[in-house]
T-cell receptor, first 113, second 118 residues
């Protein structure tokens, strides 16, 4: 089944404790992206990747890092999480950048206390 | 900067009634337009999209949206809703660019929760 998977689905952590949210797709897509969803704000892009070893900042990259060493994986790293990073995170992938359809993962709900 | 406004945060409607979810965007250049649906505890799924050509686009489950360039709108409509349509709906836009300027970024509206009542 073609899909985007994310792990963990739920995470509660404390301020400053490094964490990684994994994202993997099995569709051989070149393009991958991370979004965060906050009430009343919709989804905002954090980082994106056009292909392996090619990443760039989106609209809200502060406090996040990413890497794209393999085509299928695009982990999101929070080196020192803070409470303002409490949010719902979505990974997405598409064959290439727009206008190709973006497929979204199920989401990771992160709470930073 | 591009922005998308969904004019209603919540739309309650009775089953089998018609519904319209409104979406306006701010752009004077060519855009791609999308509607995504998010069912409870799930990721977003593409409902329909406008890339070019006919301004009226349809989904397989009875929704349609019309691109209106003069009003910069892309409202979503369904003539008769079902309980199963209860979900959050997001309008999204992306500016048409080619080559290295194409970041693939979707700009989302704030979302509209459609609540279908029996």
């Amino acid at each position: 089944e073609a899909q985007v998977t994310q792990n963990p689905r739920y995470l509660i952590t404390v301020t400053g404790k490094k964490l990684t949210v994994t994202c993997s797709q099995n569709m051989n897509h070149e393009y991958m992206s991370w979004y965060r969803q906050d009430p009343g704000l919709g989804l905002r892009q954090i980082y994106y990747s056009m292909n392996v070893e090619v990443t760039d900042k989106g609209d809200v990259p502060e406090g996040y890092k990413v890497s794209r060493k393999e085509k299928r994986n695009f982990p999101l790293i929070l080196e020192s999480p803070s409470p303002n990073q409490t949010s719902l995170y979505f990974c997405a992938s598409s064959f290439r950048a727009l206008p190709y359809e973006q497929y979204f993962g199920p989401g990771t709900r992160l709470t930073v206390t | 900067a591009q922005s998308v406004t969904q004019l209603d945060s919540q739309v309650p409607v009775f089953e089998e009634a018609p519904v319209e979810l409104r979406c306006n965007y701010s752009s004077s250049v060519s855009v791609y337009l999308f509607w995504y649906v998010q069912y409870p505890n799930q990721g977003l799924q593409l409902l329909l999209k406008y890339l070019s050509g006919s301004t009226l686009v349809e989904s397989i489950n009875g929704f349609e949206a019309e691109f209106n360039k003069s009003q910069t709108s892309f409202h979503l409509r369904k003539p008769s809703v079902h309980i199963s349509d209860t979900a959050e709906y997001f309008c999204a836009v992306s500016v048409k660019v080619e080559g290295s300027s194409n970041t693939g970024k979707l700009i989302f509206g704030q979302g509209t929760t459609l609540q279908v009542k029996p």
